[in-house]
């Protein structure tokens, strides 16, 4: 039988992580660096998830100041020098815009650390200035184009997932879909919901308060709306599991149960979804589906803003409107 080819829509070659940068290599970077980096991460309110990212960063920046720089001390690097990084990340390892600005922000944060605290004790950093300002803006590309998923897909995928009997999948797709929340702020969603009174007449429960995307350790604390059409795919799922767990999205291995892990989401998205809409989807394409299915069908942005897409400006919410406005641009011309 001949493999299914999935359209990856991809606008250009994606680029290949980075190496890990290992303890053993991380030990090589001066220690100048190294201290300085390592307080750094000590001293700042991050998330679990951002620490891990901004530790590797640093790390990954060391790496090419030993093995590209001659190992130079952080004090003597110049806007050349991180213009030489950001030159490295773009056209030697074919990375994005945002993962290059990623990278930029975080290594201005460490700048900013020592302009502001530490010059005060160090010698050889009494005139030391953040090389990342006044920089030529990173030019933006993008990897991927993002198609939403329509409507239409969403039921299609749906009645394939209840056809399997993967009641988690579905319970999943319709959370990921119909509220809008992210991959990290689903598997917060407990099971005590299911148990919510439900006013008359309104078409929605309210969850209680979740973890959204935030640097600080508490990040932003959001209340979801759950449509009540999710809430029979949740009772599903919890009731077929087959153990009591406070939390609806999770797994069990062998007599084990975790919340469920990012590379779930990840690969229910890549190997299950991908191939049922013969394209590649992934597990941000969700977010921007949820708010373009609302807007599409009337919804208004302000409200789309505030009480499902969680943006503290609408500004924000259109950049994850995915409508194509074919209706609107065929009466230009007409």
């Given at each position: 039988m001949s493999k299914k080819i999935i359209n990856k829509n991809t606008l250009r070659e994606p680029a290949k992580k980075l190496p890990e940068v290992t303890e053993e290599m991380w030990l090589q970077v001066n220690e100048d660096y190294r201290t300085l980096a390592e307080e750094f991460i000590t001293v700042q309110d991050l998330s679990p998830a951002s620490k891990k990212q901004y530790t590797s960063v640093l790390r990954q920046f060391g790496w090419y100041m030993y093995s590209s720089m001659n190992n130079k001390y952080f004090y003597k690097i110049s806007k050349r020098d991180f213009m030489r990084y950001l030159s490295y990340l773009r056209d030697n390892r074919k990375m994005s815009s945002s993962a290059i600005g990623l990278r930029k922000s975080i290594v201005s944060s460490l700048c900013n650390y020592i302009e502001n605290i530490i010059s005060e004790d160090e010698e050889n950093y009494k005139s030391f200035r953040n090389f990342t300002r006044?920089?030529?803006?990173?030019?933006?590309?993008?990897?991927?184009?993002?198609?939403?998923?329509t409507k239409e897909e969403y039921d299609l995928?749906?009645?394939?997932?209840?056809?399997?009997?993967?009641?988690?999948?579905?319970?999943?797709?319709?959370?990921?879909?119909?509220?809008g929340a992210r991959r990290s702020e689903i598997i917060q969603f407990k099971t005590e919901i299911l148990d919510y009174p439900i006013p008359e007449g309104q078409s929605y429960v309210l969850s209680h308060i979740v973890r959204g995307k935030g640097k600080s350790t508490d990040g932003k604390p959001l209340e979801y709306m759950?449509?009540?059409?999710?809430?029979?795919?949740?009772?599903?799922?919890?009731?077929?599991?087959?153990?009591?767990?406070?939390?609806?999205?999770?797994?069990?291995?062998?007599?084990?149960?975790?919340?469920?892990?990012?590379?779930?989401?990840?690969?229910?998205?890549?190997?299950?979804?991908?191939d049922m809409l013969e394209r590649r989807i992934n597990v941000h394409i969700f977010k921007n589906s949820c708010v373009t299915y609302l807007l599409e069908t009337g919804v208004d942005?302000?409200?789309?803003?505030?009480?499902?897409?969680?943006?503290?400006?609408?500004?924000?919410?259109?950049i994850y409107d995915l409508r194509d406005f074919e209706d609107e641009k065929n009466q230009i011309f007409g």
């Open positions: 006044g920089l030529p803006p990173i030019p933006k590309n993008r990897v991927y184009e993002k198609v939403k998923v995928m749906m009645s394939l997932l209840e056809a399997d009997e993967n009641w988690l999948g579905m319970a999943w797709l319709a959370t990921a879909f119909r509220v759950i449509p009540l059409d999710v809430i029979p795919h949740w009772k599903k799922w919890v009731e077929s599991r087959g153990y009591e767990s406070e939390y609806i999205f999770t797994t069990k291995y062998g007599n084990e149960i975790k919340a469920m892990s990012a590379a779930w989401a990840d690969d229910f998205c890549a190997n299950t979804l991908s942005i302000n409200l789309v803003s505030k009480f499902v897409a969680h943006h503290n400006d609408i500004s924000t919410t259109q």
